[in-house]
């Protein structure tokens, strides 16, 4: 069954460190793999998907993602962090090929400090 | 263009009470999910649609019943709330399959049974 691993249920940062949530996923096939970014009391917005094209994945707002197959790991980077990024990651891969099923990691909660 | 909204925003509930949460989007989307969002847990799926008339079980159904009755509409029926479901819930819709389409998520619900 498929199912993905958030690495670091928190993290913190300083305004203007780089960001890294780590992401590893179980897959028995070549899975789409997504993160979603939750601000406090409010939906789920997608930041970026990887489908298997391009293995770098740019995003919104500065975030990048690299799916390494070989790690099975799709971390999420940017390179300089601003106050606005405080907020909750899901790390997501669909449930199965050609589904419509998604399975979220349980959440990296980032705190950036000023 | 409004998305996907969800009513109430904030619920009690008393133990056996029975409640529908509405979930609403413009967007003319075929495929709409319901979730449930524990404390420090990922998302988890309960039911979903991929069109008026077509309902199917996702991984937390039990306790719950759905309808789609037109492509917007994506009710959600609680019949004897236990406290067991005291939970942020999420609407959700795409396009299509959501692991080649992005999934757009409502504001939540957040209910509490006591």
């Known amino acids: 069954a498929q199912s993905v691993t958030q690495l670091d249920s928190h993290v913190s940062v300083s305004e203007g460190t780089p960001v890294l949530l780590r992401c590893n996923y179980s897959?028995?096939?070549?899975?789409?793999l997504f993160w979603y970014v939750q601000h406090p009391n409010k939906g789920l917005q997608l930041l970026l998907k990887?489908?298997?094209?391009?293995?770098l994945v740019k995003g919104i707002n500065g975030f990048e993602a690299e799916f390494k197959k070989s790690e099975t790991s799709f971390h999420l980077t940017k390179p300089s962090a601003h106050m606005s990024d405080a907020a909750e990651y899901f790390c997501?891969?669909?449930?199965?090929?050609?589904?419509?099923?998604?399975?979220f990691g349980t959440g990296t909660r980032l705190q950036v400090f000023p | 263009n409004a998305g996907v909204t969800q009513t109430p925003k904030f619920r009690i509930l008393k133990i056996g009470q029975s409640m529908t949460l509405q979930c609403t989007q413009d967007?003319?989307?075929?495929?709409m999910y319901w979730y449930r969002q524990d404390p420090g847990m990922g998302l988890k799926l309960i039911y979903y649609?991929?069109?008026?008339?077509?309902?199917d079980k996702g991984e937390v159904p039990n306790g719950y019943n759905v309808s789609r009755s037109t492509t917007e509409d994506f009710p959600l029926r609680l019949e004897l709330a236990a406290p067991s479901q005291t939970s942020v819930y999420f609407c959700?819709?795409?396009?299509?399959?959501?692991?080649?389409?992005?999934?757009?998520f409502g504001p939540g619900t957040r209910l509490t049974v006591t």
């Open positions: 997501v891969v669909t449930e199965s090929y050609n589904t419509d099923k998604l399975i």
């Open positions: 967007m003319n989307h075929n495929y």
């Open positions: 649609s991929v069109g008026a008339g077509i309902t």
């Open positions: 959700a819709s795409s396009y299509s399959k959501g692991g080649t389409y992005e999934q757009y």
């Open positions: 897959s028995s096939y070549s899975p789409s």
């Open positions: 990887y489908t298997s094209a391009a293995t």
